[in-house]
Nanobody, 116 residues
Framework: QVQLVETGGGLVQAGDSRRLSCAAS????????MNWYRQAPGKGREFVAR????????YYADSVKGRFTISRDNAKNTLYLQMNSLKPEDTAIYYC?????????WGQGTQVTVSS
């Protein structure tokens, strides 16, 4: 059974940094691309960042490019999102996702709230 557990959310001030983690189990983590998405209050889910299975290739939404860094530790089956220079508009629930040959899996999400 695939499980994704996000941690690291919380209340921060604008300009602060925060690192989110996503621990994966029940899947061959090192073979799968991983993604971060977010959902702001009253809005749909928005793509944030993607990282290839080896960790070499990364891709970011324009809204976070230059401020957020996605990374992974395949030995620990863990995905990370380092968020710097946070803005109030980054307030959202952040989800990690993994796509397997049969379906996509989502974690339960972790709330990040950025106060101005």
């Amino acid at each position: 059974q695939v499980q994704l557990v996000e941690t690291g959310g919380g209340l921060v001030q604008a300009g602060d940094s925060r690192r989110l983690s996503c621990a994966a189990s029940g899947v061959t983590f090192s073979l799968r691309d991983m993604n971060w998405y977010r959902q702001a209050p009253g809005k749909g889910r928005e793509f944030v960042a993607r990282i290839g299975a080896s960790g070499v290739s990364t891709y970011y939404a324009d809204s976070v490019k230059g401020r957020f860094t996605i990374s992974r530790d395949n030995a620990k089956n863990t995905l990370y999102l380092q968020m710097n220079s946070l803005k109030p508009e980054d307030t959202a629930i952040y989800y990690c996702t993994i796509q397997t040959p049969t379906r996509a899996y989502w974690g339960q999400g972790t709330q990040v709230t950025v106060s101005s």
